[in-house]
């Protein structure tokens, strides 16, 4: 080989090897004994910066000192893929960036109608006997309230009712002879006998007629002591009834609960008093306007969501019982990191986005996503505000990587 060719090789080796020990943040040659820090970063996120030594707040790993000449940290050389911009424009990559924003938040839920438990009575009598007369005969019948629904022969109230004609008499009686004194122990008496058929359940009007008219009513009649829709029935003509049987369950149906499924993820921004709004398929064009009124302890554990209830008052009686309808759950805004959703890979055990480093360097980012509002994800960890990030193309780039992965070596 000449002399000339020789010097020539040695010199690019030179040359190469001082642009590779540049390129790594050390100098080729000791400029001086002493050199002076600058600052200090984190390997693993270079744009973490801090004028002291010490270890990363997010990642725990050393700071590394930083002095005039030398370049930052590259994380591309480790994990990061790297594509030119024409492979990028071929497999269509985008971009944006995850800003802190203000979201109003609504959550999404099916729900269905039911009925407002506050707003359920049970029909009840107090005494044992047999239905004579049926006036509430159909479930689903709308009663007012003191309309009459059926009437009981009861031969205990018979009783007491004679037991009351009785203390009448002999109360009417001692008056017309004056006789003061025996006229207070026959009122004591009229009283308690008015007061046994009072626990019985019998209207104050219906014991004045038997008192007026001096007989006995044999048929009580049962009324209703609120206004309702019939749900159940079971009052049939001479059916055997006891204090335990239920009669009839009227409903009110002037206001309504709405149960709402909420997913788990969701879950936690659900309150009490929050706003919430109900559309219904068959009513297209019509809102209904409610407040979360309580949220069930439990998870479902079938569907694994949480109930929340939601108030409504029901105009018109348009919101039937069991329905299915489509809630919103107006949580109240934030300002949190957000990023689009299309920018999140999630395989199931992890979370990953691309964040573009500069020079073609997408580096696969593990994150930790939170809620989903409007076609952005609450980024929980693992980016910064401003970060320019892949929305487009990323599954592309993580086969790319888990290539890359595979044959220890950079993608290109």
Same mark, same amino acid.
């Given at each position: 080989?000449?002399?000339?060719?020789?010097?020539?090789?040695?010199?690019?080796?030179?040359?190469?090897?001082?642009?590779?020990?540049?390129?790594?943040?050390?100098?080729?040659?000791?400029?001086?004994?002493?050199?002076?820090?600058?600052?200090?970063?984190?390997?693993?996120?270079?744009?973490?910066?801090?004028?002291?030594?010490?270890?990363?707040?997010?990642?725990?790993?050393?700071?590394?000192?930083?002095?005039?000449?030398?370049?930052?940290?590259?994380?591309?050389?480790?994990?990061?893929?790297?594509?030119?911009?024409?492979?990028?424009?071929?497999?269509?990559?985008?971009?944006?960036?995850?800003?802190?924003? *203000?979201?109003? /938040?609504?959550?999404? #839920? !099916? @729900? %269905?109608?039911? &009925?407002?438990?506050?707003? +359920?009575?049970?029909? $009840?009598?107090?005494?044992?006997?047999?239905?004579?007369?049926?006036?509430?005969?159909?479930?689903?019948?709308?009663?007012?309230?003191?309309?009459?629904?059926?009437?009981?022969?009861?031969?205990?109230?018979?009783?007491?009712?004679?037991?009351?004609?009785?203390?009448?008499?002999?109360?009417?009686?001692?008056?017309?002879?004056?006789?003061?004194?025996?006229? *207070?122990?026959? /009122?004591?008496?009229? #009283? !308690? @006998? %008015?007061?046994? &058929?009072?626990?019985?359940? +019998?209207?104050?009007? $219906?014991?004045?007629?038997?008192?007026?008219?001096?007989?006995?009513?044999?048929?009580?009649?049962?009324?209703?002591?609120?206004?309702?829709?019939?749900?159940?029935?079971?009052?049939?003509?001479?059916?055997?009834?006891?204090?335990?049987?239920?009669?009839?369950?009227?409903?009110?149906?002037?206001?309504?609960?709405?149960?709402?499924?909420?997913?788990?993820?969701?879950?936690?921004?659900?309150?009490?008093?929050? @706003?919430?709004?109900?559309?219904?398929?068959?009513?297209?064009?019509?809102?209904?306007?409610?407040?979360?009124?309580?949220?069930?302890?439990?998870?479902?554990?079938?569907?694994?969501?949480?109930?929340?209830?939601?108030?409504?008052?029901?105009?018109?009686?348009?919101?039937?019982?069991?329905?299915?309808?489509?809630?919103?759950?107006?949580?109240?805004?934030?300002?949190?990191?957000?990023?689009?959703?299309?920018?999140?890979?999630?395989?199931?055990?992890?979370?990953?986005?691309?964040?573009?480093?500069?020079?073609?360097?997408?580096?696969?980012?593990?994150?930790?996503?939170?809620?989903?509002?409007?076609?952005?994800?609450?980024?929980?960890?693992?980016?910064?505000?401003?970060?320019?990030?892949?929305?487009?193309?990323?599954?592309?780039?993580?086969?790319?990587?888990?290539?890359?992965?595979?044959?220890?070596?950079?993608?290109?």
């Amino acid at each position: 080989m000449k002399p000339t060719l020789v010097v020539l090789v040695a010199g690019i080796a030179f040359l190469g090897g001082l642009g590779y020990e540049r390129w790594r943040g050390k100098p080729a040659a000791p400029e001086s004994a002493e050199r002076k820090v600058l600052y200090w970063v984190d390997p693993m996120h270079p744009w973490y910066k801090s004028d002291k030594p010490g270890i990363a707040p997010d990642c725990g790993m050393t700071l590394v000192p930083m002095h005039a000449g030398d370049q930052l940290p590259n994380r591309a050389a480790a994990d990061a893929v790297q594509v030119s911009p024409e492979k990028q424009q071929l497999i269509g990559v985008e971009y944006g960036t995850a800003e802190y924003e *203000a979201a109003a /938040d609504t959550i999404h #839920a !099916a @729900a %269905r109608v039911t &009925l407002d438990e506050t707003k +359920i009575v049970k029909v $009840q009598t107090r005494l044992e006997g047999w239905i004579g007369r049926v006036f509430a005969d159909f479930t689903g019948k709308y009663v007012k309230k003191g309309d009459a629904l059926a009437t009981v022969y009861s031969p205990d109230a018979l009783a007491t009712e004679e037991e009351y004609l009785l203390a009448l008499r002999a109360q009417r009686t001692m008056h017309d002879e004056a006789m003061p004194a025996m006229a *207070a122990g026959n /009122d004591n008496l009229v #009283a !308690a @006998a %008015r007061k046994r &058929l009072e626990l019985w359940d +019998i209207s104050g009007q $219906q014991i004045d007629e038997v008192g007026r008219t001096g007989k006995p009513i044999e048929n009580l009649t049962v009324y209703a002591p609120a206004a309702g829709y019939i749900s159940e029935r079971n009052a049939f003509p001479n059916q055997h009834v006891t204090p335990d049987t239920v009669l009839y369950t009227l409903a009110d149906l002037s206001t309504v609960w709405v149960v709402a499924d909420v997913f788990e993820y969701e879950a936690a921004g659900v309150r009490v008093g929050q @706003a919430a709004t109900l559309t219904l398929d068959y009513l297209p064009g019509r809102t209904f306007h409610g407040t979360v009124s309580y949220i069930l302890p439990g998870v479902d554990p079938a569907s694994r969501t949480l109930k929340a209830r939601i108030a409504f008052d029901n105009p018109g009686e348009q919101l039937k019982p069991d329905q299915y309808g489509q809630v919103e759950i107006h949580t109240g805004g934030a300002r949190r990191l957000m990023a689009p959703e299309s920018a999140v890979l999630d395989s199931g055990d992890r979370q990953v986005v691309y964040v573009d480093l500069g020079n073609g360097n997408l580096e696969p980012r593990p994150v930790r996503a939170g809620q989903h509002v409007g076609g952005r994800v609450e980024i929980l960890d693992g980016l910064k505000a401003g970060e320019r990030i892949v929305t487009s193309g990323n599954f592309l780039l993580d086969s790319e990587s888990q290539l890359k992965a595979a044959q220890g070596g950079p993608a290109k």
